[in-house]
């Protein structure tokens, strides 16, 4: 593996005309064969970062390279390293999946022979060969998304670009995207950064985890080293007779401090770990209070951004509130 980092930003930074500072001066190196996941709401400063990496957007002020190459002075070389699949697909309804891998296999100059074996390859591989032949306008989101993404990899790039590559999926087209991504930065070295608001994706498939807040990077490292940053857990209980919460929040206070809880019951971030579970549940025994519900929540992202932000993510609720899209249409 190279010791050049697939992605190095220093100061990087993007002010729009009579608007914001989108992005503000950010520092981040991605290692090649690296999953690097920009977390953070939407108009947070993931899509501008993502249109300046990929030269559609230049930068206001700082640098950055990517595969090696400079985004302002080496565009060409930097285009032809990376891959992206963006939030919206340049997709015609009026042809085909093959008909796009055609397009595209032909505009990135592979041999006339060689186009029909890579186009016929990447559909199978994101499981699309059954609707290659239907025209796009009948495609489902997930068809569509999984598309896009073999049209970003026809040239084999180093470095794939994902920009919130499964917003609006239902859970089983999300799940087929995240394998893929998976497999290529596993199974084929690719070097991927994938925007997303998704708790979840980002804890999956990213090795580091970038968090960006109105344009600036508020933390960056490992889901796991995040998340032990923030990191004690916590338990919520219920007890069995409403009368007795008052007296089990006094309990439950020599443990560590109160978090949200439901109305009925009571929470503490535990000050010693999960260790102290066993206590919590034999003081409340000793004090004969009965519980209904107990539960113990780990530290998730979730945790980690309302620490670091003072807010929730939104894709947090789009998580917990999904409501799954039409199944795909069976190919005929």
Not at 56 to 67: C, D, E, I, K, Q
Not at 92 to 100: Q, S, V, Y
Not at 112 to 117: G, H, N, P
Not at 158 to 173: A, C, K, M, V
Request: aromatic share 4%; net charge negative.
């Amino acid at each position: 593996m190279s010791d050049v980092p697939a992605i190095e930003t220093h100061h990087l930074a993007r002010e729009f005309k009579k608007g914001p500072r989108a992005v503000d001066g950010i520092d981040l190196s991605v290692a090649p064969g690296e999953v690097y996941g920009f977390l953070g709401p939407n108009g947070a400063g993931k899509s501008t970062t993502v249109h300046m990496l990929t030269t559609l957007l230049p930068p206001t002020s700082g640098t950055a390279t990517v595969a090696g190459y400079d985004v302002v002075k080496e565009g060409t070389q930097v285009r032809a390293a990376i891959g992206a699949a963006l939030q919206e697909a340049a997709l015609d309804p009026f042809l085909t999946g093959r008909d796009h891998m055609r397009l595209q296999t032909a505009l990135h100059g592979l041999a006339r022979a060689e186009r029909a074996r890579r186009g016929g390859e990447l559909l199978d591989r994101v499981g699309l060969t059954q609707a290659a032949d239907r025209k796009v306008g009948g495609y489902s989101g997930g068809m569509k998304r999984r598309l896009d993404l073999a049209l970003a990899l026809v040239h084999g790039p180093r470095i794939l670009f994902l920009d919130e590559p499964t917003t609006g999926l239902d859970p089983q087209s999300r799940s087929a995207l995240w394998n893929e991504v998976a497999r290529l930065a596993t199974d084929d070295g690719v070097t991927v950064f994938l925007t997303t608001q998704y708790l979840e994706e980002a804890d999956v498939l990213a090795n580091r985890i970038g968090i960006i807040d109105r344009g600036r990077i508020v933390a960056q490292g490992t889901p796991e080293s995040l998340k032990a940053e923030i990191g004690r857990p916590s338990v919520e209980v219920i007890p069995a007779d409403h009368e007795e919460l008052g007296r089990m929040k006094q309990v439950m206070a020599r443990f560590g401090e109160a978090v949200g809880a439901s109305p009925k019951g009571a929470g503490v971030r535990l000050s010693g770990g999960d260790a102290q579970l066993a206590d919590v549940v034999r003081a409340l025994d000793a004090e004969a209070i009965r519980v209904e519900h107990l539960q113990l929540h780990a530290p998730t992202l979730d945790d980690v951004f309302l620490a670091k932000t003072g807010r929730h993510l939104e894709g947090a609720a789009d998580e917990a509130n999904a409501v799954p899209e039409p199944s795909e249409p069976v190919a005929a």
